[in-house]
Nanobody
């Protein structure tokens, strides 16, 4: 079993930056694709970004392209999401997720077996 714990959320002004971290424990995630999703109040959870095990395939939702960067450090069993040029509409709970079944179907949360508890990101205008 894999436990995922997100950190790095908080309150930031529009145009600011945050770096989210997702630390895994229980077993190594080095062979898993990993992703970030977010959920705003009264909205469905949506795909934000994903990365394959070797970091040579990166996937982004259109609304974060050019602003967010996903990365990972397999030696540290950790995944990151660098968020720049934040907008008020980026306000949401951000979730880290991963698993062995994702493949290239990175946008569907049904393919992710492991989820963190989420970290709140609030962007003020």
């Amino acid at each position: 079993q894999v436990q995922l714990v997100e950190s790095g959320g908080g309150l930031v002004q529009a145009g600011g930056s945050l770096r989210l971290s997702c630390a895994a424990s229980g077993r190594t995630i080095s062979s898993y694709s990993m992703g970030w999703f977010r959920q705003a109040p009264a909205k469905e959870r949506e795909f934000v970004a994903a990365i394959n095990w070797s970091s040579d395939r990166l996937y982004y939702a259109d609304f974060v392209k050019g602003r967010f960067t996903i990365s990972r450090d397999n030696a540290k069993n950790t995944v990151y999401l660098q968020m720049n040029s934040l907008k008020p509409e980026d306000t949401a709970v951000y979730y880290c997720a991963g698993g062995p079944r994702i493949g290239v179907q990175v946008t569907s949360r049904l393919n992710y077996d492991y989820w963190g508890q989420g970290t709140q990101v609030t962007v003020s205008s």
